[in-house]
Structures are given as structure tokens and as C-alpha cells.
Nanobody, 129 residues
Framework: QVHLVESGGGLVQAGGSLRLSCAFS???????????LGWFRQAPGKEREFVAA????????YYTDSVKDRFIITRDYARKAVYLQMKSLKPEDTAVYYC???????????????????WGQGTQVTVSS
């Protein structure tokens, strides 16, 4: 069993920055390295969408076009956490952000989000204009 707990959301003005964190806990110490990790978001009245993903090794990352050059996903193996550094935030980035873990590939997380193994509860990000 894997548990994911997001934090770091809040209210920020357009152009500002936030860093989201997702704490990972699993059955064994090695569990963290078994999973690709990703971030998704869901804005009011919209479907949940892929934001970013990191491979098991952290060597490969993937982003949706709207956040490229503004968001960075990283993972910390010592702390067993994944982060989403967000800068130049826009009102359209307002959403609940979810962390997800999957034993499949990071590259496929965007296409297979309905089948991902584990999800966190989400953290709200609100960007004011």
C-alpha cells in the first residue's frame, strides 16, 4: 500500500511562485524507486489533466505544453518526496493539484491516468489576477 500526501498549495498572485510537495510512504524502503510519480490538476468544471511526471530514476521528466518552462518536477530519494516547483503562475493554473504514483512508465501517465495505482487527496492552488 502506498500513501501520498500533498502540501504547499495556497493563494498566490499572478506571476508568483509556489512549490508543491508530495510525501510518499510505502510498504518498504525501496518502494519509492518502484514508482513513477506525477502531478495532475483539476480546475472547477473541468476534467482532471496531466501536468508533469518523473521517471523512477528521476532522469526523465514530462510536462504538458502549458506548463513547460514554468514548472519543474523533481524527486528526493532521501526524503521520499516529489515536488512541483511552479513559477510565473497564471490564473488558469488555479486548480486542485494531485500527486499520483504508478508502477508503469512516467511517459504513459498522461494517457493512462484512470488506471494509475495511487492518488493523493490534493492541494488547492489559487492564482489571483
Amino acid at each position: 500500500q502506498v500513501h501520498l500526501v500533498e502540501s504547499g498549495g495556497g493563494l498566490v498572485q499572478a506571476g508568483g511562485s509556489l512549490r508543491l510537495s508530495c510525501a510518499f510512504s510505502g510498504q518498504t524502503d525501496s518502494s519509492f524507486t518502484v514508482y513513477a510519480l506525477g502531478w495532475f490538476r483539476q480546475a472547477p468544471g473541468k476534467e482532471r489533466e496531466f501536468v508533469a511526471a518523473s521517471s523512477r530514476s528521476g532522469g526523465s521528466t514530462y510536462y504538458t505544453d502549458s506548463v513547460k518552462d514554468r514548472f519543474i518536477i523533481t524527486r528526493d530519494y532521501a526524503r521520499k518526496a516529489v515536488y512541483l516547483q511552479m513559477k510565473s503562475l497564471k490564473p488558469e493554473d488555479t486548480a486542485v493539484y494531485y500527486c499520483a504514483a504508478d508502477r508503469g512508465s512516467a511517459q504513459s501517465m498522461a494517457a493512462h491516468q484512470l488506471g494509475l495505482d495511487y492518488w493523493g487527496q490534493g492541494t488547492q492552488v489559487t492564482v489571483s489576477s
